[in-house]
């Protein structure tokens, strides 16, 4: 089973941020959080990834909470083309990627 | 050129019948995935290959069996197909089993068990 909570779902108008909770309160001190999305119709698309610290890439920010038993990604200005489904994961290493329902995003223009 | 590739795109069939879905990836990696994903959209692990060997075996029926002839390949075939498979299966490498190694995902194979 999945060791993340996050909402169903999400709206978003186009443009503007866009903050994608997930709550993961048993994480280790040594599992990895992952953002995946997946797009309609096609694979799992990775976003970003960190353990303790806040990472940005050129898709969107991860802001990792101090205790690890919450993160956020933020779209810093979300498109049409971010409408999909976010999936947050925690995982250790070597252990396979455990996918929840994630959270679908819509976003309208 | 495409990272992950599987094929057939889509594969309608019979109950009863065995087929196969084929993975190729280009990137040079170590490990790759199988992931099955149902009507609901779960997604789930099936089995991981790392150098050819099997690292991952979920709960899977052994009509399942998974086959890796290189390390760029890793196919599916299933036996007795039943209605249950049908399903979106979807193959993904990664450079290695390594805890903090991006996944990439192939297109996916749409199948329907008639």
């Known amino acids: 089973d999945a060791k993340t909570t996050q909402p169903n779902s999400m709206e978003s108008n186009e443009e503007e941020p866009v903050h994608l909770p997930c709550n993961h309160s048993?994480?280790?001190?040594?599992?990895?959080i992952h953002w995946y999305r997946q797009l309609p119709s096609q694979g799992p698309e990775y976003v970003i990834h960190?353990?303790?610290s806040n990472v940005n890439n050129r898709m969107a920010s991860l802001a990792i909470a101090e205790d690890r038993k919450s993160s956020t990604l933020i779209l810093h200005r979300a498109t049409l083309r971010d409408a999909a489904v976010y999936y947050c994961?925690?995982?250790?290493?070597?252990?396979?990627?455990?996918f929840g329902k994630g959270t679908t995003l819509s976003v309208s223009s | 050129d495409t990272a992950v590739s599987q094929t057939p795109k889509y594969l309608v069939t019979q109950m009863g019948n065995d087929k196969s879905i084929k993975c190729e990836q280009n990137?040079?990696?170590?490990?790759m995935y199988w992931y099955k994903q149902d009507s609901k959209k779960f997604l789930k692990i099936m089995f991981s290959?790392?150098?050819?060997?099997?690292?991952i075996n979920e709960t899977v029926p052994n009509r399942f069996s998974p086959k890796s002839p290189d390390k760029a390949h890793l196919n599916l075939h299933i036996n007795s197909l039943e209605l249950g498979d049908s399903a979106v299966y979807f193959c993904?490498?990664?450079?290695?089993?390594?805890?903090?190694?991006?996944?990439?995902f192939g297109p996916g194979t749409r199948l329907l068990v008639l």
């Open positions: 993904a490498s990664s450079r290695t089993s390594g805890g903090a190694e991006t996944q990439y």
């Open positions: 990137l040079g990696h170590d490990t």
């Open positions: 048993t994480i280790s001190g040594t599992d990895y």
């Open positions: 290959y790392n150098n050819k060997e099997l690292i």
């Open positions: 994961i925690t995982n250790q290493a070597g252990t396979a990627l455990i």
């Open positions: 960190g353990l303790t």
